[in-house]
């Protein structure tokens, strides 16, 4: 599916464009925004390859990743980087992910963002099930995903080797028929 374009009241998902490189290293640079993600700050000219690794995905056939830009609203500033990737290992099923830029914190924008994702998981692309996965520590993502109608599953222990040392990661999941589409 290309392109990507959906909206709720306040924010919008939109495929990514080269412009909006500084934008992303505005979150992928910054050492709070990447304090729970299972990398450390990306320098410019990393976040550029990813935005290009990114652009040059959502062409590929099949489509096997979503990397997206959180918008406020349709055509509004770049306010997160959101991803959703076809699970190889499971059948109809993707996992997600993605960071808000720090002033889009505390305002409910996270939640709106996992509803994005899900709704192009289960309404566009006929998925059954979608997972993510959250640092111990990072409590407000543990919000954001109930929040979102998910469930926590469990822990994978020594999941992720990142800042020197291995971390277990909090995995989320729902299932179509278990979503609830609230609309925020």
Do not use: C
């Amino acid at each position: 599916m290309y392109p990507v374009a959906r909206h709720r009241s306040r924010l919008a998902l939109r495929e990514l464009t080269l412009e909006d490189v500084d934008a992303v290293h505005a979150i992928y640079g910054s050492s709070e925004a990447t304090e729970h993600l299972s990398f450390e700050p990306r320098t410019r000219d990393q976040v550029a390859g990813i935005v290009a690794r990114s652009i040059a995905s959502a062409t590929a056939t099949p489509r096997e990743e979503y990397a997206l830009a959180v918008t406020e609203g349709e055509g509004g500033p770049l306010v997160g980087y959101a991803r959703l990737a076809l699970d190889p290992h499971q059948q109809r099923a993707a996992t997600i992910g993605g960071a808000l830029h720090r002033d889009a914190w505390g305002i409910g924008y996270g939640t709106e963002t996992v509803h994005l994702l899900l709704d192009l998981a289960f309404d566009d692309l006929d998925l059954h099930r979608v997972w993510a996965a959250r640092a111990p520590k990072n409590e407000a993502s543990a919000k954001t995903l109930l929040a979102a109608g998910m469930t926590e599953e469990g822990r994978i222990r020594g999941h992720v080797f990142v800042r020197g040392a291995w971390r277990d990661s909090v995995v989320y999941g729902v299932l179509k028929e278990e979503r609830n589409p609230a609309r925020t």
